[in-house]
Each structure stands twice: as C-alpha cells, then as structure tokens.
Nanobody, 126 residues
Framework: QVQLVESGGTLVQPGGSLRLSCAASGFTLSYLALGWFGQAPGKEREAVAC????????YYPDSVKGRFTVSKDNAKNTVYLQMNNLQPEDTALYYCAAAGHLSDYVARNQDEYDYWGQGTQVTVSS
C-alpha cells in the first residue's frame, strides 16, 4: 500500500521552530520529486518547499525563504520540513507530496504531484 504519513505538527509560539516528518511506505522516495504544501483556512493549498529527485534543486516561496528547509533521509525513506522563526501566518495544514519527474526537476504546483499525505496541523499562536 502506497502511503505518506506526516507528523510533527503542533501548537507553537511565534518565533519557535518545528520539524515536520513525512514517512513513505510502499514505495521509495529516493528519486522522486518531493514537496511540502500548506493550506491555511479559507485559502488555496500552496507550495512552501519543493525538492528535485536528485536533491540538487529546491524551491521556496519568498514568504518562507530563509526560514524553511526541506531535506530527506533515503535510508529512513522520510522527507522533512524544518520550520524556523514561525509566524502566525504560517498556521496551516501541511501536506507532503511526491511524484516521478526528471531527476533535476522541481515541481512547484500541486497538480504535478501524484501521492499525498493526510496532513499535519501547525498552529502558530501565543
């Protein structure tokens, strides 16, 4: 069974940090394009961090650049999102996603992804 399972979301104070994890089962993440998307209440789901299959290229929107970092551990078949200096506007349901693309391609749009997790809630509030 192909599955992505996110974890690590919680309530955090402004300025705090979190690391989200996304564990894959039923397939290997090693050569897949990977992405993290956030969906705030009443808003569209948007990419916050994307990585090419060969890990050489990454995309971050300006809103998170310098604060969020995507990485993966092939041995654990897990992708991570390190989130630093969190702000209330980062509050969202965060999803991880995976898809097969050319090895150096960074997929930025949700329509380019085939596999999705169920999401993990991050709430930034004092």
């Amino acid at each position: 069974q192909v599955q992505l399972v996110e974890s690590g979301g919680t309530l955090v104070q402004p300025g705090g940090s979190l690391r989200l994890s996304c564990a894959a089962s039923g397939f290997t993440l090693s050569y897949l394009a990977l992405g993290w998307f956030g969906q705030a209440p009443g808003k569209e789901r948007e990419a916050v961090a994307c990585m090419s299959g060969d890990s050489t290229k990454r995309y971050y929107p300006d809103s998170v650049k310098g604060r969020f970092t995507v990485s993966k551990d092939n041995a654990k078949n897990t992708v991570y999102l390190q989130m630093n200096n969190l702000q209330p506007e980062d509050t969202a349901l965060y999803y991880c996603a995976a898809a097969g693309h050319l090895s150096d391609y960074v997929a930025r749009n949700q329509d380019e992804y085939d596999y999705w997790g169920q999401g993990t809630q991050v709430t930034v509030s004092s």
